[in-house]
């Protein structure tokens, strides 16, 4: 999201297409190879700088796996901000996402936001035809719960094409626990103040759909800024806990995620290359957190003991 320059200009400069380039080959380096991406980011500038890279890099798309999403539109004029997943708005999005990026096909397309006034029906016509020309060769969705992604998956099914939802992305961290909080709240007063959908996370295990993490470092809340005593309390546990294992903070945030029995995918979302590097661990080792340093960053974190 944050490639491209700013969100109001209408072009980008080559000091935008090199800062990209240094973000994918940071990400290359600590053994980071899915780029995540969307029509909205940066009103498209994000992934057209991404296409540039790609366009003087010889060999690097067949390298990585690519990903965007679709779905909102962005305010304009005195149209406000809403969200579209009519079938031939689909495929258009995806048209022109791939002419920016510079590619022949997504490796995967999420629906990024749910459309209450949108047909399954017409949802799931618009990516089998996206699927049979080879422009998408899979699909997820993103912020949606079970019963939404069960009446799309539905209507795929009711086409017999054989095409699966794949992916979920839900905003999950340590700070945002919601997802993991309801699960544990089942016959508390507590548990009418989650607000997270019940038995999404369980929906997607069952059915063999990965979770993927936006925003799962925080914007840095246990890694660099902190504002209040939980936070405080809990940067302070992950720093010992990257000291003791000789890892990074960063590392420490994302193996709690990946942890999880769902193996929770983080898309981590810095443009900053040192950041990014910080990060590898994560990428290139199994999650080196055993069951009792997993829930005392949880408890830390929540401020308060378990039910």
Known sequence: MGLGGDWDGEGYSPADVDAAEAVIRAALESGITAFDHADIYRRGKAEAVFGEVLARTPGLRERITLQSKCGIRLADGDRPGLYDLRG?????????SLARLRTDALDLLLLHRPDPLAEPAEIAAALESLHRQGLVRRFGVSNMNAAQIARIQDALDGLGSGLRLVANQLEMSL???????DGVLVNTPAAAGVGFPAG???????HGIALQAWAPLAQGRFTGRQETPEEHATAKLVAELAAAKDTTPETIVLWWLRRHPARIVPVIGTTSPGRIRACRDAALAEPGLDHDEWYRLWITARGAALP
């Open 88 to 96: 031939p708005s689909i495929v258009r999005r995806v048209e022109e």
């Open 175 to 181: 700070l945002r626990r919601d997802w993991l909080e």
């Open 200 to 206: 999404t996370v369980e929906h997607c295990l069952r």
